[in-house]
Structure formats: structure tokens, C-alpha cells
């Protein structure tokens, strides 16, 4: 008899496998959106950034320009995984053509996670003083990694090691061991398989079965993981506070908002050759309203209240 191999989901996968409506949940919390975004993968994070500020739709026979045809594949991949996690999602155009907008949930808010405003993504402990109970990161290593152990020592029938009742049906509910009648569980064939994991990947499946049965045991997954993501931003040791001011990676990317300055503006960007793109940019600038320029790629943007002149001096050449 052939055995089931052991399925191990990564992030991607298992998010891509939750409903629509919890992935909108879930796209309401700041830190779900960057923990998101900066697992993605790099051409997948580019593609996320062209669009999260632009307000109208972008055809999607633009996005197939992006890449070159020697790296299609990695481009389709790409967009596999941004559409399936509802990242993106198509909208047709006026004339029919059809157009890719960012989810405007995980927009607004990866917009937040950014370039900072909104909620404090936890309560803030600061005022209640050092801990009394604080303990360095050697001792929490090895605690961890003892309670893990016990949880393995119990899987092979180890007669000293013991688990709650709840702990035990969670690992008979992932098919990890199996209970006949009043007999204590036993391992099955993908407990074996388990047990041949490294750490890392042994506890990353076993959360995914946690997450599995949260909503049987009355639990809200979407509050569940939304905690995960919080403390994906915390650091081992210190005390789980993560508002975007104190938790050191997004503290970087504070850092690095701080030394950009952001403008709004209308961005200009289908010149058919580099003397039209030339003429309007320079009448833009003659006017004093331009406020960007990129002339390889025939790009520039203007301020919104320069717009309306640029648009009427660019519609008569046109015209003439």
C-alpha cells in the first residue's frame, strides 16, 4: 500500500487556500500587509510597487512588458501568486480593455505599514516598566526547544513525557498520531514523517494544523494570525510591543520613508516618440508645474493643480 506523503504548506500556499472574505479580513491590519508584502517574491514586491500609488486601473497588456521574454516564466509565477492572494484583481476598462488594480484593503493599508500613520499595532506597555520576569534570549532558546522536545518524546510513546488533553486531540487531528478506543494515541506513518522535519519545518506544519482547527474550536482565525504577523515584527527577548516607532524592522523602514519626500501628482506616460514627450515636458517646466522627469522611458509627472493647463496645451497640439 502506497503511503500519503506528508504536505507541508508554505505561507503562500496556505494564505492562497483561505477564502476571500478572511483574506479581506485579514488585509485590514497593517502588519498583515507587510509581513505579506515582504515575503513575497522580489519581481512580485516590484510589480506590488508599481501599483500602490496609482488610483486608476493599468492594462494588463502593460504589466506583460515589465519583464523580458527570457524571464516569462518568472513573470507568470509572479503573477500566480499576487492574484491568488487577492493582491490584485482585474477591471475592465473603458473601451473594454481589461485593467489590474491593487485589492484596495491591502492598498490602504500596506500604504499605512509604509509610510506610518493609523493604529498602533499593540497595546503600549512602555509605561509599566522593566520586566521582573525578563529572561535572555540563551535561557529562551532552551526552554522552547525542551517543550518542543516533549512534544516529540510524547509523539514516540516516551512514557515520561506528558501533554495536555487539548494538545494531544490537536495531533490526532493532523493525522500525526491515531487513537483506537481507550487506548493511549500512537504515531502514524506521517508521524514518522514528522519526525524526520527539521525543526523549523515541524513547527511551521504544525501550526498550519493549529490554524486548521481554530474555527472548530470556536476560534477566530483572523484574529489568530494577525497576532502571528504582529510578532513576526518582534524581537526574541524584548517585550512584544509593535507599534511602528519601536519594532526594529519597521523602525528601518521609517528610516528610509524619512528621507523621501512625497508629492502628489499626474503622471504622463504614452508619448508615441521623444519629441512629443520633450515639447509637453518643457512647457510643463516653462510653467513651473513639473515635478518629475524620467526622458528614457518618456515619463514625467506634474502637480494636480498644473494639470488642467498641461492637459488643454497637449490636447490642441494634438489636434494641430
Known sequence: MQREKLQCKNLHEYMRSLSPAILDKLYNHPATCLAVFRELPPLARNYVMRLLFL?????????TFWVK???????DDCMGIVTGLRLWHSQQLPGGLQGLVLNPIFKENLRIALLGGGKAWADD??????DK???DITSLDKYAME???VILHFMVGSPSAAVSQDLAQLLIQAGLMKSEGTEAPCITSAGFQFLLLDTSSQLWYFMLQYLHTAETRKMDLVEILSFVFQLSFSTLGKTPVLPPTITDQVRLWELERDRLQFTEGVLYNQFLSQVDFELLRDYARD????VWENPPKRLMVVTPTGHPDVKRFWKRQKHN
Open 55 to 63: 488610483d486608476q486601473p493599468l492594462p494588463q497588456a502593460a504589466v
Open 69 to 75: 521574454k527570457d524571464n516569462q516564466r518568472d513573470h
Open 125 to 130: 506597555t512602555s509605561q509599566l516598566g522593566p
Open 133 to 135: 520576569h525578563a529572561r
Open 147 to 149: 517543550r518542543w522536545e
Open 287 to 290: 510653467l513651473g508645474v513639473l
